[in-house]
C-alpha cells in the first residue's frame, strides 16, 4: 500500500475543502483512490516562529519540527501523574490531536500516522495539553479507555521498569521492574502484527 | 574553547584512572591542559542490543541513542508528578546521572554537557530514574533545590502554557497561560547568557 499525505494549506476553511474536492476528482481521474479528511490542516493553525520572547512568552502556537517533521510528546495518566509513554508527533498527528482531543502519533517504526488505540481499544482521552517553553516539546494528560495500558509490551506504562542509582565502577547495573504483572497479553490484541522495537 | 570528551573503556577502574593519568600527563606534555574526571564510563555500564526479547523483557540497561548519541529524558517533580522538562542525555549525562543520583543532561544548543543547577543552584536530585520498554527514552521522578523552579524563563515548569483542545477550521490557537507567576527572575540567575531557545 502506498500512502500520500497531502496537506492543503489555504486561509479559508471552505477553499480548502474546494480544493480537497478538485484534488480527488483528478486524483480519480487518474485511476487513484482519494481518502478525503475533514481534518485539514490550516495555514493558520501554527504560527511562524519569529522571535525568542514570541515562542516564549506569547499566546502563538508556533511549535518547532525536527529535522524529520517531528515534535515530542509526553503521556501521562490525568489521574495519577504516571508518565506513561513517550511518543513524537507530525504536523497532522498535532492538529488531529487538538481536533479531535484524543491522542493521536506519528509512528517511527512503521511510517505512518497512529491514531493511538485505533488497533487496541485503548484511546487516550486529552484532559489537558500543554506545549513547553521554546516549543519543541508537548505534555498530554490523558485518560486510557479499556483496560488503561498504553505500553504494547502489555504494561500501563511504558516505564516499567527502573534504573538503580548509585552505581558507579564497572558493574553493570540491573534495571527492577516496577510493573510485575502486565494487563493485557500483546498477542491477543496484536496478532502477528511487527514489534515496533528496533534495535 | 576547544572541548574533548575522552571516555576510557576498560574493565578494572584502577587501570582507568591510571590510564587517565597517563593520558593527563601526555596532553600536559603537548600543552594541551587536561581535566580528569572520577567519572569514568566503564565498557561494562551499558549492554550491548542483542533481541527485541533482552530489551523489553530483560534487566540488561541496553539504552538505545540516535544518530546524535543522544536519548530524550522526561523530568517530572517526585511529589506532584508535574512535568517539568524534556531534556537530552549523552551517554555520559546517562552515567553521570547514575553514578552521581543528580541529573545531567546533554545541552544541544549550547553542545556541552550540562549538570543541571551548576549556574542556577537549581539541581535536581534523582528520586527514581525509569527507562521505557525500547530503552529509548528516560524518565527521572526529580526533588528539585532552590526555588523549586526548572525552566530557564523563570517557571516552575517548561510547560507553563496549554494548548486548546477541540478546535477545527482555520483559527489560530491562542495558548493559555498556566503558571501566571515567574518563581525567578532569568536576568538574576543567568546575566547575560544567551538565551538557550532556537527559533
Not at 515534535?71 to 508527533?89: H, K, N, P, R
Not at 488531529?96 to 512503521?110: D, F, K, L, Q, V
Request: glycine letters at 6%.
Amino acid at each position: 500500500m502506498l500512502c500520500y499525505n497531502i496537506t492543503i494549506l489555504d486561509d479559508k476553511h471552505e477553499r480548502s475543502q474546494e480544493l480537497s474536492k478538485t484534488l480527488s476528482r483528478d486524483l480519480n481521474t487518474l485511476g487513484v483512490a482519494a481518502m478525503a479528511s475533514e481534518n485539514t490542516v490550516s495555514a493558520d493553525t501554527f504560527a511562524a516562529r519569529l522571535t525568542v520572547e514570541q515562542v516564549e512568552e506569547s499566546q502563538d502556537l508556533a511549535p518547532k519540527f525536527d529535522a524529520d517533521g517531528l515534535i515530542a510528546c509526553i503521556t501521562t495518566d490525568a489521574e495519577s501523574g504516571e508518565v506513561l509513554m513517550l511518543g513524537y508527533m507530525n504536523a497532522d498527528a498535532l492538529q488531529r490531536t487538538i481536533a479531535t482531543g484524543e491522542a493521536h502519533y506519528w509512528s517511527r517504526s512503521r511510517q505512518c500516522l497512529w491514531h493511538k488505540g485505533a488497533t487496541s481499544g485503548l484511546v487516550q482521552e486529552v484532559v489537558e495539553m500543554r506545549i513547553d517553553d521554546d516549543q519543541d516539546a508537548v505534555w498530554l494528560r490523558v485518560q486510557v479507555a479499556g483496560s488503561g495500558a498504553s505500553c504494547h509490551v502489555g504494561y500501563r506504562s511504558c516505564f516499567y521498569r527502573s534504573i538503580p542509582l548509585g552505581q558507579t565502577g564497572n558493574t553493570a547495573p540491573q534495571l527492577q521492574f516496577e510493573e510485575t504483572t502486565k494487563v493485557f497479553d500483546p498477542a491477543d490484541v496484536y496478532g502477528d502484527a511487527p514489534n515496533p522495537t528496533q534495535l
